[in-house]
């Protein structure tokens, strides 16, 4: 049984979760209140929250990447925790969850409603949206699922650079970004609920750094769906490797044989994107990584991937990628090399 002061938080488990997502969060409030005391005094002090695994049934489930997991409450004899957290969700970013997590819906529904605190990490958003929660409201998920969410719940305000969206009444809703982001998730809600010097002891125990830069920095531009239409496909093979070329647009519409109109409606259909704006995805893609793998001036790589205004590359970059060229290279190239020399055996 939980002491009276601590916290109940419920992590909810289905098949598709993921455990990484689960086991931090887990570790993450069992450290508050306790790691901290132990680091600097050697005596561990008074946990400050019960964590709880819930499902369906609780018996033993098999998650995304083979882990067993025990759940310790089903949804009917649950106690009502101040906390519901849903992890990442290994299902695919195109295709609606559907009804397959019926039960899991109406939970969510009758806790919020009985005053619980709801929160997602990276696509454990999905679950949220589809429970009906998020209408109305802002939110956020992993860079890659936010087109799909937004497509599905148009009611819903999604937020892709978002990080962190609290969000409905009493900001009870929470939704954090991509898989990591269930660390600031975590401090957050430590934050929230037990105060920012204990969350600042946590990060300080678990060496978090705050992503206050948002997602875009770590997301792809180039995220090209998948099509059946020969012809755009043919002319999306050719801009891959032809993207700094002149007026790349009309190349592609006097080679695709379609009038212009036509071209535009149909590329746009089959990409999600006007073809202008699929171009400046490949070139700023192709920018990241020079930024990253070479020492090119931010100038020389404007013009190598087909930017003669390197003025309009730097504000179109900042735009797109959330950081300026210059930032982007301090944020990720030292990353790059480190891991580089991991991969070449730390020589």
Same mark, same amino acid.
């Given at each position: 049984m939980p002491e009276p002061d601590q916290l109940t938080i419920a992590v909810v488990v289905t098949p598709e979760v993921t455990a990484s997502t689960v086991f931090g969060i887990y570790d993450m409030f069992a450290s508050a209140g306790r790691d901290w005391a132990?680091?600097?005094?050697?005596?561990?002090?008074?946990?400050?929250?019960?964590?709880?695994?819930?499902?369906?049934?609780?018996?033993?489930?098999?998650?995304?990447?083979?882990?067993?997991?025990?759940?310790?409450?089903?949804?009917?004899?649950?106690?009502?925790?101040?906390?519901v957290y849903v992890p990442e969700l290994f299902v695919p970013a195109e295709a609606p969850p559907g009804g397959r997590f019926g039960p899991?819906?109406?939970?969510?529904?009758?806790?919020?409603?009985?005053?619980?605190?709801?929160?997602?990490?990276?696509?454990?958003?999905?679950?949220?949206?589809?429970?009906?929660?998020?209408?109305?409201?802002?939110?956020?998920?992993?860079?890659?699922?936010?087109?799909?969410?937004?497509?599905?719940?148009?009611?819903?305000?999604?937020?892709?650079n978002r990080f962190l969206v609290a969000s409905?009444?009493?900001?009870?809703?929470?939704?954090?970004?991509?898989?990591t982001s269930y660390l600031d998730l975590g401090l957050?809600?430590?934050?929230?609920?037990?105060?920012?010097?204990? &969350?600042?002891? /946590?990060? !300080? $125990?678990? +060496?978090?750094?705050?992503?206050?830069?948002?997602?875009?920095?770590? *997301?792809?531009?180039a995220r090209a769906a998948q099509t059946r239409d020969g012809q755009i496909a043919e002319m999306q093979d050719w801009i891959a490797e032809h993207y700094a070329d002149p007026a790349?647009? &009309?190349?592609? /519409?006097? !080679? $695709?044989? +379609?009038?212009?109109?036509?071209?535009?409606?149909?590329?746009?259909? *089959?990409?999600?994107?006007?073809?202008?704006?699929?171009?400046?995805?490949?070139r700023l893609e192709e920018a990241k990584q020079m930024l990253e793998t070479t020492g090119q001036s931010v100038e020389e790589i404007a013009v190598a991937v087909g930017y003669e205004d390197d003025s309009f590359f730097r504000r179109l970059f900042r735009r797109k990628v959330g950081l300026t060229p210059r930032a982007y290279r301090q944020r990720f190239q030292s990353v790059r090399v480190a891991l580089l020399a991991a991969e070449n055996g730390g020589r």
């Open positions: 132990f680091l600097t005094r050697g005596e561990a002090g008074p946990r400050r929250a019960r964590t709880i695994l819930v499902a369906r049934r609780a018996r033993p489930v098999q998650v995304a990447n083979g882990v067993w997991l025990r759940p310790e409450a089903s949804f009917r004899n649950c106690p009502l925790p101040d906390i899991e819906r109406r939970w969510l529904r009758h806790c919020h409603a009985r005053g619980a605190t709801l929160t997602s990490a990276c696509s454990g958003t999905l679950m949220l949206a589809e429970a009906g929660l998020l209408d109305g409201q802002a939110a956020t998920t992993h860079w890659a699922y936010c087109d799909g969410l937004a497509a599905r719940h148009p009611e819903i305000d999604v937020q892709p409905g009444e009493g900001q009870r809703i929470i939704t954090a970004g991509g898989v957050f809600l430590i934050a929230r609920f037990f105060g920012a010097e204990e &969350a600042m002891r /946590v990060a !300080r $125990s678990w +060496l978090i750094d705050w992503h206050s830069e948002g997602q875009l920095p770590f *997301a792809s531009l790349p647009v &009309a190349q592609m /519409v006097g !080679r $695709s044989g +379609l009038s212009e109109r036509t071209f535009k409606r149909r590329f746009k259909q *089959a990409t999600g994107l006007p073809p202008l704006d699929y171009v400046h995805s490949i």
